[in-house]
């Protein structure tokens, strides 16, 4: 007889670029709390400026307050644009939340940082220490380094609501 397949506690959107999984965590998230489940953690928003650039910044989503993550470096840098105090700042915001034990803890930020075992990677890994599922999203680019550091923990779910929907009943 087949064993079925474990869901993970860590629910891992896959996506490959710009796929609108930035709207979709905000909305499942959003649904939840309308629900009445105790959700927290932080989605990202690219914000566009007048220059070409966009504006990255983290929102709480309990209190909507914003942190700025981004850097101007000025016209034609190619530099990483992520400001580390802002983030360090964003990350309180999780501290928080694993204290307050919600149902579920979204972390919308696998990118650069987390990616070389920094940024928000620690919290999302104390969350899970303490039995709160954590849902994030992943883009491709990142998808061998999300591997190497989490030795490939995760449900990979499709960018779509049933995808995120199956995956929470699942786990409940």
Known sequence: MAQ????????VILHSGRSGSEALLERFATGLREQGVT??????????LPNGHSRM??????????????QDLGPGSSSCCLDPSGLAE?????RREIARR???????????????????????FDAVDHGIPVLTCLSQRYKAQWDLLTGGAGTM???DDASLRAWWSSIQ
């Open 4 to 11: 079925e397949a474990q869901v993970s506690p860590i629910g």
């Open 90 to 94: 964003a990350s309180e915001v999780l």
């Open 102 to 124: 919600p149902a579920l803890l979204v972390v919308n930020k696998f990118a650069g940082a987390e990616s070389e075992g920094k940024g928000l990677l620690t919290d999302m």
């Open 157 to 159: 779910l499709a960018p």
């Open 39 to 48: 959700v927290g953690g932080l989605i990202q928003r690219s914000v566009p």
């Open 57 to 70: 910044e983290l929102v709480d989503l309990i209190s909507g307050r914003r942190y700025l993550i981004s």
